[in-house]
C-alpha cells in the first residue's frame, strides 16, 4: 500500500489501484499520474474565460484539460469530463513538448501561453509542472484554474512556475465543503500561498440556499482583503447542472447584493453570466 500525498484525501492505494481523483494511480509502489502526457479538452480561449479580469486582458490562451477531480461538485459544470475516468481511446497524446510546440503556433492569433483548466489540474501535476516550466523558458505565460485543494508542498512547487491562478472558493463554510468531498482549509492555505507571489483571481459561483449567505459571503471578503483587498473576486450566477438540477438560477439581485457585500472589504467584485 502506497499513500497519496497531493492532497488531504490522501488515498492510500494498492497496487494498481486509483485513487478517488480518478487520475492517480499506484504503480509498482510509486503514485504516478494515469493522465500524464494526455488532453482530452483543448481549445484557444480568452483570457477572461478562465476568468482573469485583470491578468493581460483581450489576449487568448490555449487551455488544456483531462479527465478526473479530487472533488465531487454535484453542480460541475465539466461533470462529462472531471467525473469520467481515464480512456486512452479518447484521450489525445499531448506531451509537453508538443504542447509548448503547438501554443508557440498560436502566438499569432493572440495566444499569451498555457492555461491548465476544465479538470482539476492538480491531480495531473507533473504534467503541468513540466509542460509549465518549458513554457516559461520560451517566453510564454502560464496559468493554473483550479479547486486549490492540494497539499502545501504541491502549492509551493507549483507556484515556481505558474503565473496567474484563478482559484475557485465554492464556499466559506466547511459544512459546505463537506457536500463536495472537499477541505475549506485546503483552499485557504492554496490561495493564502499564492497571493503576492502570483496573479491570483477568486471565483465564487453563487447557489441559492448552499452559499448566499451575506453573512458568510462578508466573512469571506473580510479574509480575503485580509490578504489583498485588490485581490479580483468573480461571483456567477448559478444555472441547474449535473446532480443539482431542482435548485433555482441564481436571482441578479442576489448576486448584486452579494457583491455589496463583498464591496464593504474588497475592491474588485465582479459579476459573471449575469
Not at 494498481?16 to 494511480?25: P, V
Not at 487568448?60 to 453542480?75: A, D, E, K, V, Y
Not at 483552499?187 to 483571481?201: M, N
Request: net charge negative; aromatic share 6%; proline share 6%.
Amino acid at each position: 500500500m502506497t499513500r497519496c500525498e497531493l492532497c488531504f484525501h490522501h488515498c492510500t492505494l494498492s497496487e494498481g489501484q486509483i485513487g478517488f481523483c480518478r487520475a492517480r494511480i499506484n504503480r509498482n509502489g510509486h503514485i504516478e499520474s494515469l493522465v500524464r502526457n494526455t488532453v482530452v479538452s483543448i481549445a484557444l480561449d480568452p483570457i477572461e474565460k478562465k476568468p482573469l479580469a485583470f491578468f493581460h486582458p483581450g489576449s487568448m490562451i490555449l487551455s488544456l484539460g483531462s479527465t478526473g477531480c479530487n472533488l465531487r461538485c454535484p453542480f460541475c459544470q465539466n461533470h462529462a469530463i472531471s467525473m469520467a475516468d481515464h480512456d486512452p481511446a479518447s484521450s489525445r497524446s499531448l506531451p509537453p513538448e508538443e504542447a509548448v510546440d503547438l501554443a508557440l503556433s498560436l502566438v499569432p492569433r493572440g495566444n499569451l501561453g498555457i492555461a491548465f483548466t476544465y479538470n482539476e489540474p492538480l491531480i495531473n501535476f507533473e504534467y503541468v509542472e513540466e509542460t509549465a516550466q518549458l513554457a516559461h523558458a520560451v517566453g510564454l505565460k502560464t496559468v493554473l484554474v483550479t479547486n486549490g485543494t492540494a497539499e502545501e508542498a504541491v502549492i509551493r512547487r507549483i507556484l515556481l512556475h505558474i503565473d496567474a491562478f484563478n482559484i475557485d472558493l465554492k464556499g466559506f463554510t466547511p459544512e459546505f465543503y463537506e457536500k463536495l468531498h472537499g477541505d475549506l482549509a485546503s483552499v485557504k492555505r492554496t490561495i493564502a500561498l499564492c497571493v503576492g507571489h502570483a496573479h491570483v483571481e477568486i471565483t465564487t459561483l453563487i447557489i441559492p440556499g448552499e452559499n448566499d449567505d451575506p453573512e458568510v459571503m462578508e466573512e469571506m471578503a473580510k479574509w480575503l482583503a485580509s490578504l489583498d483587498p485588490d485581490l479580483p473576486l468573480h461571483l456567477t450566477r448559478f444555472f441547474p447542472h449535473y446532480l443539482w438540477t431542482d435548485k433555482k438560477i441564481t436571482p441578479i439581485e442576489t448576486l448584486r447584493h452579494l457583491q455589496t457585500v463583498a464591496r464593504k472589504h474588497l475592491n474588485r467584485v465582479l459579476l459573471g453570466n449575469v
